[in-house]
């Protein structure tokens, strides 16, 4: 504690710091970002990416046989004939469903909700694994899918969890979710704390996984690793999809994910605390998968069966590289520390040419000075801090972007004359706010933050570079 405090009150290591800080902070915020630039760059190589495995032991693959034999598939080829002519018939589902319980159909503005829930005969109840159909008129496959999974339940009375299957039309999965949440769906439903939503076409196809949610929500990895890991056991081509496959860096993820719109339906269960992903149809096979489609399905629900508890082992924040790769939070976040610590360091740098000037100047209207800007600019940040404080850091990343897009790209003059110290200090405080931004941000897409703290720092770096300063000059001369 001595050694730190006589530190602090060293008259030449301050004296050498403010120098460092007042001389060379172009230098270091270029540094700072290129650096930011090569680890993001680099974060895709090899050395670097970690492999794939499932920390939840009651999710251990071998622990389960699921063998699915020819009636099953002849099952599903019938009731997908039955449910498609050729959309959904929604008279002859509710018949189907009736032999597993009682279907409940709930009718919306947007939509229709049907639901059944197989009870499990040697549990209270008290949790459930649910089945999704989004778009159940249109995926009549993934009805029949759904139904025939049922089928193969029935057959067995080891089951811990209740299995609740939904079938949605429209926009009603919304509604549905929240009658469940509020225990008016119906008869009383198990909590749900894993579920699948399928949006399969035919039969005969490869899948693809799609798991992220509004703003950057995940669901637990545990749930990708162990769908992944039955797939390849079944010999079933599951991959992520097409647009999510293999960055070369994290720099497409960033650009794959700042927005903070869903992949999938399954964004709704994910906003609820619902561990969940939707599998969607792929590159079409020249076989027909439905037996390994199957055998994936029940022994993943047969899995979910064995947990005493949410998924809490395996990561919440990661970015998928492939099936087996992924890059966890520990690595993907010191970059953007380093965009940050670039803001920062031009907002110290600020403030202290801000006390350093002791003659008061006011700047002719219009004036052209980058500072000038700032002044516009304030009001921005604040009102943008505001709004995600009130939204409860909820709002989409494309949402905050482009408000401060907005704000950087202003035209570079103010009608507002103020002292040059006054210019530099609500500089400086902009760019604090900017840091604020990011933070709130980070809190639910850390993608959105990348993007948000790349554009602060970028422009914190070009802020003194003289080619811009002679082309703003340039443009202010009559």
């Not at 703003?215 to 749930?223: A, E, I, S, T, V």
């Not at 794959?256 to 994910?270: I, K, V």
Request: charged share 15%; aromatic share 6%.
């Amino acid at each position: 504690g001595d050694s730190l405090m006589g530190l602090l009150s060293n008259q030449r290591l301050r004296q050498a710091v403010r120098a460092l800080v007042r001389r060379h902070c172009t230098a270091i915020c270029v540094l700072l970002v290129l650096a930011a630039g090569a680890g993001i760059a680099y974060l895709g190589a090899p050395p670097l990416v970690q492999r794939t495995r499932i920390q939840e032991n009651a999710l251990t693959v071998g622990t389960v046989a699921s063998p699915i034999e020819q009636r099953h598939v002849d099952g599903l080829h019938a009731r997908t004939r039955a449910l498609c002519h050729p959309r959904l018939d929604e008279h002859v589902l509710a018949r189907r469903l009736a032999r597993h319980g009682t279907p409940i159909t709930t009718n919306t503005s947007g939509g229709w909700a049907m639901h059944v829930a197989m009870r499990a005969p040697r549990a209270d109840g008290a949790e459930a694994v649910l089945l999704l159909v989004p778009d159940a008129p249109r995926a009549c496959f993934s009805a029949a899918l759904a139904v025939q999974l049922l089928d193969i339940f029935a057959e067995s009375s080891r089951r811990a969890k209740d299995i609740i299957a939904v079938f949605v039309s429209g926009d009603a999965l919304d509604s549905w979710l929240a009658a469940h949440a509020d225990g008016a769906a119906g008869a009383a439903l198990g909590a749900v704390h894993l579920a699948v939503a399928l949006n399969l076409t035919d039969a005969a196809h490869a899948v693809s996984l799609s798991h992220e949610g509004a703003n950057g929500q995940f669901p637990n990895q545990d749930l990708l690793n162990t769908l992944f890991t039955l797939a390849n056991r079944r010999g079933l081509p599951m991959d992520l999809p097409d647009k999510e496959r293999h960055p070369s860096s994290l720099l497409r993820a960033v650009v794959r994910g700042w927005h903070g719109l869903p992949s999938g339906p399954h964004a709704s269960l994910l906003s609820r605390r619902i561990d969940a992903v939707t599998l969607t149809s792929s590159t079409a096979p020249t076989t027909d998968s439905s037996a390994a489609l199957l055998g994936v399905l029940v022994s993943f629900v047969r899995l979910a069966q064995n947990l005493s508890e949410r998924l809490h082992l395996s990561f919440y924040y990661y970015v998928m590289l492939t099936p087996t790769a992924f890059l966890p939070l520990s690595l993907y976040a010191p970059p953007l520390g380093l965009l940050l610590l670039a803001v920062l360091f031009r907002a110290f740098n600020l403030i202290m040419r801000s006390a350093e000037s002791s003659v008061v100047q006011t700047q002719p209207s219009p004036s052209l000075s980058p500072a000038g800007v700032r002044v516009h600019s304030l009001v921005a940040w604040v009102a943008v801090c505001a709004m995600v404080a009130a939204t409860g850091a909820r709002m989409p990343g494309v949402v905050s972007i482009a408000i401060v897009s907005a704000c950087t790209v202003l035209p570079f003059w103010s009608p507002i004359a103020m002292p040059v110290h006054r210019q530099l200090l609500s500089e400086a405080i902009a760019l604090f706010s900017t840091g604020i931004i990011v933070c709130v941000t980070l809190a639910t897409n850390i993608f959105a933050a990348y993007a948000l703290a790349a554009l602060a720092a970028i422009q914190c770096t070009l802020r003194d570079v003289p080619l811009l300063r002679l082309a703003w000059r340039a443009a202010a001369s009559p």
